[in-house]
């Protein structure tokens, strides 16, 4: 038996066995290299996703960032995340695996581009909200605004965040958005399958303005929030009371307010402040609330009465429902707000936001669109019926004083049945409301067209006619109310009342503005105002008044208020022209009233104007000519007659008395220039010529505290003018040095000059400037002399004493008289110092004053004497004494008794001086000798 075939066989398998477990170690590690790169990748591609996830997140706060901030330019509502540069693995078949590539196919990024859509991920924030009617915002108040909301579903509340179309509107306006208003969480109010809520909108502005949004602007996205646990709503009612005083008028103005709770409910503050309230009550019908839903803030500038109480306060909106301005007092209540809005409230505020119904009629439980013709296919008792539930709804908006929609019901109404008195009627009781006298006195008058028994219709008329002050057609209104039946005058009595209110007042206005009491007369023209405040007449009349008071602003005021910017009405342009005469703005003016006469060549008052315009014009121009060529005395002519033409032109005859004023100092007439000067600042208070001629006039008369005043009056009008406050330091530097006086420069005697040389020097002085010798002069001249008399009495008072002289010449009186009468400062040694050289001037001036007596006595005895000798020598001899007279006779003045009456000392014909110390009688100083007179 041959072995070796054998050995090779078994060798052979077992070679084969070795080789098939060498394979199979092989595949098992190529299989576990496999798993191994497998977990790898899917491990990458984990991190990855995690990557992708974490970065998305960030980019979605990050666009939620940067839409809750002003600064940003847009909301990111859909995104999209490309994926680059990424490695995709994807697994295929066993039939399709390559070699050893494991099942798995590296896929390029070609591969990827091409077979790979981009992700597009919606944001939360992806429903609207959209305003309801038209909207005005104010800057610098806390706006809240209603908006409604694109919900299908209810839900509780939402986040608001405010949209590219609202950041791009007030970045065009320059305006700034509030950072307190960012990321709102606002509660959702639903009504009627529609769903709205509030928000809150501040933004600031350089100037304090208004913004309009037209109806349905997209203002804000929102994004729903959970639905929390419900917990009951707990109602808040506060009070609302002014915080400072304010002034409301017709225009629409922010009033700061604050609230406070009841007396019997304490709401906590973090409950207030998180609540939005709804204004419930008005307290008075002359002023109305135009913002009905507010959110209160925390303020920490209170009334002096609410500052310890730490009071939460709010802005509203308030106007005057009146002409009539009302002033509001610090603490005074004005209404009552509450936080729970029912479905009444919350349509009174739609409503108010000039909402519509959607176009939509349900007749039957049928939906009907209204479009065109909407109701011809409607029977009429349909028709009748539809109408009179709207003339029902329009009934409860008007007694809630919605007005402009309970009309819009009425016009429903007629449109559904033309045949009903009774609409026509009830819309002109809207347009009468609402001021629109036309109007209503169209539809009372269709409403009489349709029933002329219907007295509702003829009273609604007279009101009309009323309104507009046509007393006539009004008084025949209310004749044919009382035609129907005698019982119904009762139901115009107060139109008729009012009717002859208005006649006793017109005839009242008449007489003032015959006699020329323009104020009075304008009284009674607002009081015709009140009652009937679409009178035009009435209001040219007020405005003419006006303009002649030189209350422009005003008389502005009235004309835009009444009457078109378009308007060209003779009468209403006339008024125009005469506000720009008033203002010296001659050129416009003219070109006003030129073009008046174009239209109507007719009008008396245009004419009138014109002709005092030009007169003026004229003269003042001739007159500034002359002056110009020195001819003084012609242009004071021309300015005088100029000033004489029209009394009412204060602005302009202002400046005509500061040209007069010129001549004067030219003419070297200082008074006069002073009171002219007087005149113009009386005149236009804002003029600043005539204050600056009438200092430099008085600092020309050395009286400094005078010039003083008017050049520190000169720095108040023009802070900024660096030549007023110069003046006014060189005013205030001689007004000082004026108060040193030099005793012996007044007296005009030299510093070593005896007493006597002091006495000879002042009765000079004394009689040279004695106001009596000065009585008809001009005014600043009896002013400079009789301030020299003063001063020249004050200084002889000092200098005709030696201790008080030598004090003086030391620099030393004020002084002494300090230290010997306590320490009352220099100011008190001054006034006593004043007060005892005043005495003594007194009675120096009455020393002066007796011996210029005497002397003229003296020369009447001389006189006489001599008069009496000559008489004698050429008399006859008589009998009696040898034929002799005596040459006169002294008979003392004989006093009650017979007994002789002594003439005392009398300071007569002295005139009162200006700043007599009011100090009592003279002081007598220690170690100082008595003044001697």
């Not at 030393?812 to 230290?819: D, G, H, P, R, V």
């Not at 004053?849 to 009447?860: D, E, G, V």
């Amino acid at each position: 038996m041959n072995v070796s075939p054998i050995k090779e066989l078994l060798t052979n398998s077992v070679e084969e066995k070795l080789l098939t477990k060498h394979v199979e170690e092989k595949v098992l590690t190529k299989s576990v290299e496999e798993k191994l790169l497998t977990k790898s990748v899917e491990e990458k591609l984990s991190t990855k996703s995690v990557e992708e996830k974490l970065l998305t997140k960030s980019v979605e706060e990050k666009v939620r960032v940067e839409d809750s901030t002003s600064d940003s330019t847009s909301l990111v509502c859909d995104m999209e995340v490309a994926k680059d540069d990424e490695v995709v693995v994807s697994r295929v078949s066993p039939s399709d695996q390559d070699g050893d590539k494991g099942g798995v196919k590296l896929a390029n990024k070609r591969d990827v581009e091409e077979n790979t859509k981009p992700v597009s991920k919606r944001s939360k924030f992806d429903q609207i909200c959209s305003t309801v009617g038209d909207v005005s915002l104010h800057s610098q108040f806390s706006n809240t605004v209603l908006v409604k909301l694109s919900l299908i579903e209810p839900c509780e509340s939402v986040k608001i965040v405010f949209s590219k179309d609202l950041l791009k509107f007030l970045r065009l306006n320059n305006c700034i958005l509030a950072e307190k208003c960012i990321n709102q969480k606002c509660k959702v109010l639903p009504n009627k399958g529609h769903f709205y809520t509030f928000i809150h909108l501040s933004f600031k502005h350089v100037k304090s303005s208004s913004y309009d949004l037209k109806p349905n602007f997209h203002i804000a996205n929102f994004s729903k929030l959970g639905d929390k646990k419900k917990t009951e709503e707990v109602q808040i009612s506060m009070n609302i009371n002014v915080e400072c005083t304010t002034v409301v008028d017709h225009n629409p103005k922010v009033c700061k307010v604050f609230l406070s709770s009841p007396m019997d409910k304490n709401p906590k503050k973090f409950e207030v402040m998180e609540s939005v309230f709804y204004i419930t009550d008005c307290i008075d019908a002359k002023y109305e609330i135009l913002s009905m839903v507010f959110k209160p803030t925390i303020s920490y500038r209170l009334v002096s009465d609410s500052k310890d109480s730490n009071e939460i306060t709010a802005q509203i909106i308030i106007k005057s429902a009146t002409n009539n301005k009302i002033t509001l007092s610090p603490g005074q209540r004005i209404a009552s707000a509450t936080t729970c809005l029912d479905d009444t409230d919350i349509e009174k505020v739609l409503n108010l936001h000039d909402y519509f119904d959607d176009g939509i009629e349900i007749i039957n439980g049928t939906e009907v669109v209204k479009e065109g013709n909407w109701f011809a296919a409607l029977d009429i008792p349909t028709r009748q019926k539809l109408a009179e539930a709207k003339k029902l709804e329009g009934n409860s908006l008007f007694s809630k004083r919605i007005f402009k929609h309970a009309l819009k019901k009425y016009s429903d109404a007629i449109e559904l049945d033309e045949t009903n008195a009774t609409f026509y009627s009830n819309r002109s009781a809207c347009h009468l409301s609402l001021e629109d006298p036309v109007n209503a006195m169209k539809d009372a008058l269709k409403s009489v067209e349709v029933d002329p028994s219907f007295a509702k219709g003829w009273l609604r008329a007279a009101k009309s006619y009323i309104m507009v002050g046509d007393i006539c057609k009004a008084k025949e209104m209310c004749a044919k109310v009382t035609a129907l039946s005698s019982n119904l005058s009762s139901l115009v009595e107060g139109e008729m009342r009012r009717i002859e209110q208005i006649e006793i007042l017109n005839q009242e206005f008449l007489k003032s503005n015959q006699k020329g009491l323009f104020s009075n007369a304008l009284h009674h023209l607002d009081q015709i105002a009140e009652i009937c405040p679409k009178f035009e007449r009435n209001h040219l009349l007020r405005a003419e008044l006006l303009a002649l008071k030189g209350e422009f602003e005003k008389c502005t005021s009235i004309l835009v208020d009444n009457f078109d910017e378009m308007n060209n009405c003779s009468d209403v342009l006339y008024v125009k022209a005469l506000v720009l005469y008033y203002q010296d703005n001659f050129d416009m003016a003219f070109k006003l009233l030129n073009s008046i006469l174009i239209l109507d060549p007719n009008h008396y008052k245009t004419k009138k104007c014109l002709e005092l315009a030009t007169g003026i014009k004229v003269k003042k121009e001739e007159g500034n000519a002359l002056f110009k060529d020195g001819k003084y005395d012609e242009a004071f002519k021309l300015y005088t007659e100029a000033l004489e033409i029209d009394k009412f032109n204060i602005v302009t005859n202002a400046k005509l008395y500061f040209n007069r004023a010129l001549v004067y100092v030219k003419l070297g007439k200082l008074s006069e220039a002073i009171e002219d000067c007087t005149q113009a600042i009386h005149l236009d208070k804002t003029y600043h010529k005539p204050y600056l001629r009438r200092a430099n006039a008085y600092m020309e008369i050395e009286s400094f505290d005078q010039a003083v005043k008017d050049f520190e009056q000169l720095v108040k009008m023009d802070i900024m003018n660096s030549e007023y406050k110069e003046l006014l330091l060189e005013a205030k530097e001689k007004l000082r040095l004026s108060k040193n006086k030099d005793f012996y420069k007044l007296l005009g005697v030299d510093k070593k000059a005896n007493i006597e040389e002091i006495k000879k020097a002042y009765r000079k002085a004394a009689l040279t400037h004695h106001p009596d010798r000065h009585s008809v002069a001009e005014e600043h001249v009896k002013l400079f002399h009789l301030k020299k008399f003063k001063d020249i009495g004050e200084a002889y008072g000092v200098l005709s004493d030696e201790v008080k002289r030598n004090l003086y010449d030391q620099g030393k009186l004020y002084e002494s008289i300090q230290a010997q009468n306590g320490s009352g400062g220099p100011a008190q040694a001054a006034r006593m110092a004043h007060t005892a050289a005043f005495w003594a001037s007194m009675g120096a001036a009455a020393q002066v004053r007796m011996q210029a007596a005497q002397q003229a006595q003296m020369r009447a005895a001389t006189a006489a004497a001599a008069a009496a000798q000559a008489s004698m020598s050429n008399a006859r001899p008589r009998p009696g004494l040898a034929g002799v007279r005596p040459g006169f006779i002294f008979l003392p003045r004989m006093g009650r008794g017979g007994q002789t009456q002594r003439n005392p000392f009398q300071f007569q014909g002295i005139p009162p001086m200006s700043g007599i110390p009011p100090f009592g009688p003279p002081p007598r100083f220690p170690n100082f000798n008595n003044y001697r007179f």
